[in-house]
């Protein structure tokens, strides 16, 4: 198994509950999650860019659809595989 960090953890946990995970491709550029999918109004959490680069790095999540303003990534199968053993 893939050492994990707590943030990465975090994000893979989230993941698998329901959040969404998304890069602003717009002005900020940055990664954010958010409760329910990105936009739609729940709790949100940014999320440092390496964690993100690791956990793609590792073939655990990827990206799914890129249209402006935003890129959305989902679990992999071995992400999810992971997520149930966290």
Same mark, same amino acid.
């Given at each position: 198994?893939?050492? !994990?960090?707590?943030?990465?953890? %975090?994000?893979?946990? #989230? /993941?698998?509950? +329901?959040?969404?995970?998304? !890069?602003?491709? +717009?002005?900020?550029?940055?990664?954010? /999650?958010?409760?329910? +999918?990105?936009?739609?109004? +729940?709790?949100?959490?940014?999320?440092?860019?390496?964690?993100?680069?690791?956990?793609?790095?590792?073939? !655990?999540?990827?990206?799914?659809?890129? %249209?402006?303003?935003?890129?959305?990534? %989902? #679990?992999? %199968?071995?992400?999810?595989?992971?997520?149930?053993? !966290?």
């Amino acid at each position: 198994m893939v050492k !994990l960090t707590d943030k990465q953890k %975090e994000v893979i946990k #989230l /993941m698998a509950n +329901g959040w969404e995970l998304g !890069l602003d491709i +717009g002005l900020t550029g940055r990664y954010w /999650m958010q409760q329910g +999918g990105c936009g739609r109004g +729940g709790e949100s959490k940014n999320i440092h860019a390496n964690t993100i680069y690791f956990l793609n790095h590792k073939k !655990l999540i990827k990206s799914t659809k890129r %249209e402006f303003p935003l890129e959305h990534f %989902e #679990l992999t %199968e071995t992400g999810k595989e992971i997520a149930t053993i !966290l």
